[in-house]
C-alpha cells in the first residue's frame, strides 16, 4: 500500500531552520505530484508548498515564499521541505501529501495520499 512518512520535525528557535523529508513507497514516486501543507491548532489545513512529477514547477504559499524551499529526488522517492527564518506562527503539523493528476496543487482535496504528519513548534 502507498505510504508517506515524514520526518524532521521538532523545536527550534524564532529565525532557526527545519528540513522536512518525506518518503514515499508504494507508488510510482515520478508520476505524482508532491505537496506539502501544515495545519495549526484550531484551523483549517493549508497550502505550503508544490512541487510538479520532475521538479520542473514549484509553487508556494505568499506567507513562505522566500522562507522554504521544496524539492524532490525521484531516485529516492522522497520529497524535502528546507524551511529557513521560521516564525512563531509556522509552528503546525506539516504533511505531505501525492497528488497524480496535479491539476490543482494547492488544494488539499485533490491529493490522493496523505501522510502522518510531523510536528514543527517554533519558540519566541
Known sequence: QVQLVESGGGLVQVGGSLRLSCAASGLTFSSYGMGWFRQAPGKERAFVAAITWG??????????????????????????????????????????????????????????????????????
Open 55 to 124: 521538479g520542473e514547477e514549484t509553487y508556494y504559499a505568499e506567507f513562505v515564499k522566500g522562507r522554504f524551499t521544496i524539492s524532490r529526488d525521484n531516485g529516492k522517492s522522497t520529497v524535502t521541505l528546507q524551511m529557513n527564518n521560521l516564525k512563531p506562527e509556522d509552528t503546525a503539523v506539516y504533511y505531505c501529501a501525492a497528488d497524480e493528476d496535479f491539476g490543482l496543487p494547492h488544494i488539499a482535496g485533490e491529493y490522493d495520499y496523505w501522510g502522518q504528519g510531523t510536528q514543527v513548534t517554533v519558540s519566541s
